[in-house]
């Protein structure tokens, strides 16, 4: 199993300009999670979703889109990057259990 | 406003030592409360957890103590060694879906 993939590792942005982060699990879990990580700040929750066509807001949603069209992917969309939103993003999934599996990460930086 | 409050932000010791790292919450809805290590440009993996009816817990070098009525639970790390050097966040999860929130992290240093 690969586990949590995301692609890219990697990513600049200029102001105003969209991307769309992605995350694949291939454990069949059906929770899933868009996590942010600032320095000094911990990990917020972003978005998550509890099952293929079912997602919900986070504590910190805001310029952020997500949809889970199946049980392995949760892409993460970023309409108009601002600079707030320079970011390390993780992705994380469990299957309905209390351990969540984290991805590797994507780093953004939008200039 | 952070629900979860972590200390300290960084700590250091000498191999061996035992650091001990501290978080509080407010919301008795909480009700699991894991331990996560992060290594330098990784994802945090699960270190340890605990529930709210168990004061103490220890998993090899690693022990989780609770205290429910002070609202306050800490990491202590046994016989301390250079890999330990990682950042480490506690969290908790209140009600369904596992939402996690997380401390702000603790940067720990094993000097050898």
């Known amino acids: 199993n690969a586990g949590v993939t995301q692609t890219p590792k990697f990513r600049i942005l200029k102001i105003g300009q969209s991307m769309t982060l992605q995350c694949t699990q291939d454990m069949n879990h059906n929770y899933m999670y868009w996590y942010r990580q600032d320095p000094g700040m911990g990990l917020k929750l972003i978005y998550y979703s509890v099952g293929a066509g079912i997602t919900d807001k986070g504590e910190v949603p805001n310029g952020y889109n997500v949809s889970r069209s199946t049980t392995e992917d949760f892409p993460l969309r970023l309409e108009l990057a601002a600079p707030s939103q320079t970011s390390v993003y993780f992705c994380?999934?469990?299957?309905?259990?209390?351990?969540?599996?984290f991805g590797p990460g994507t780093r953004l930086t939008v200039l | 406003q952070q629900q979860v409050k972590q200390s300290p932000q960084s700590l250091i010791v000498q191999k061996g030592g035992i650091p001990i790292i501290n978080c509080a919450y407010e919301n008795t809805a909480f009700d699991y409360f894991p331990w996560y290590q992060q290594f330098p440009g990784k994802g945090p993996a699960l270190l340890i957890a605990i529930r709210p009816d168990v004061s103490e817990k220890k998993e090899g070098r690693f022990t989780i103590s609770f205290n429910k009525s002070a609202k306050q639970f800490s990491l202590h790390i046994m016989d301390s060694q250079p890999g330990d050097s990682a950042t480490y966040f506690c969290a908790a999860v209140s009600g369904g879906y596992n939402k996690l929130i997380f401390g702000a992290g603790t940067r720990l240093a094993v000097h050898p």
């Open positions: 994380a999934s469990t299957l309905s259990t209390d351990t969540q599996y």
